[in-house]
Structures are given as C-alpha cells and as structure tokens.
C-alpha cells in the first residue's frame, strides 16, 4: 500500500490499516519514497499523489477506490468488505473520493499526534 507521506490523515489511515493487518500481508511506503517511485513508474509522478496505491505481486497497480479491494481483500476479516469494493466500483470510487477531497479537514479531526505516525514502523 503507498500513501502520502506528507498527508497526515493518510499516515493515520495507513496506519490504522497496519494495526489491522495483523498477519503482516501487506508493505506500507510512502509514495515519495525510492520504493514508491519504483512501484508506481507506470504512473506520470504528477499524478502519483492524487490518491492512495495498492500494488499486487503480479505487479497491478490500483489507484484510489480501486485499491480498496487488493488492500481490505488481504487483511483479516475484510473478505466481505472487499466484496463489495469489487460489486460496486463507482460506490466505492466516490466514497474514496469524498473522504480524500476532505482529507486535510479529517487530519485536524484526529489530530496532529495522530496524523504524525509512521506507517512502516508501527509494531505488530
């Protein structure tokens, strides 16, 4: 999973989502980093911070709503959400939307010691 690393709500969002990965299934980057300008190549870098990224072993890249189904469908549990990500792509696609046109309204919500957490180095 890549996120924005200078977004506090995405630190926090990830970081969340690690907590629930509790098999450990899933890598978290920032898409600033080495690794996310490898993994998002494919992507011009204008438009990699548009939205959070999952990439999958075979190398698929989703973006935005599209990437809620490869993240919840690996993670405990999130079978069933993942379902419905995959049944209702334009839903899931606002909905992401939504929440990210309010991110930084969101960030001051939970709080700057909340949004300043590292995703990659959270222990499980």
Request: a positive charge.
């Amino acid at each position: 999973m890549l996120y924005d690393d200078d977004c506090g709500f995405c630190r926090w969002s990830a970081a969340r989502l690690r907590s629930w990965d509790r098999g450990g299934r899933l890598r978290f980057t920032a898409i600033q980093g080495g690794d996310g300008s490898r993994l998002l190549s494919a992507i011009p870098a204008r438009e990699r911070l548009d939205a959070m990224h999952a990439v999958t072993p075979d190398g698929r890249v989703w973006t935005g709503g599209g990437a809620l189904t490869p993240i919840l469908g690996a993670l405990p549990g999130g079978g069933p959400l993942a379902a419905v990500s995959r049944a209702a792509p334009g839903l899931t696609e606002w909905l992401y939307r939504t929440v990210a046109h309010r991110r930084d309204w969101l960030g001051a919500l939970v709080g700057r010691q909340a949004c300043a957490v590292d995703p990659s180095r959270i222990e499980l």
